[in-house]
């Protein structure tokens, strides 16, 4: 007795969309299947790295000019398997990475809440 078994590839889960709520210093984005982000903030400049593991784009990559202090959102295909949304913000600000707040709504919609950004003064700045 012969069995064959054909492995079809896996298809990755999609960024389905993603919007910035300004006003509320909040990212919203939705992907088709469950996932689990990962995040972590980056100096020069200072930026929110929000990985998509196993998430695939569903529209070409994107950079969204956002004003005041939140210079632009950015989406894009890493490799293959991963996707990354960056929020970068204006180099005259910071933001308190304790208050950071990643919510999942669901498992396919989550919410990246941002404290309000401070502005960079001279006595913040190393000597």
Known sequence: MTLICFCLP???????????????????FVTDE????????????????????????AQQAVQERVGGAIASI???????????LTIELDPNYQVDPQKIEIRG????????????PQRITLRDLPP
Do not use: C, H, M, Y
């Open 10 to 28: 896996a298809e990755a889960a999609r960024l389905l969309s993603w919007e910035f709520e300004r006003r509320e210093n909040r990212l919203i």
């Open 34 to 57: 469950s996932v689990l982000p990962k995040a972590r903030l980056l100096n020069n400049p200072t930026r929110l790295v929000i990985d998509l593991p196993g998430v695939d784009l």
């Open 74 to 84: 950015q989406s894009e295909q890493v490799d293959a398997d991963n996707s990354r």
């Open 105 to 116: 709504l669901s498992p396919t919609r989550w919410q990246v809440a941002l404290p309000t």
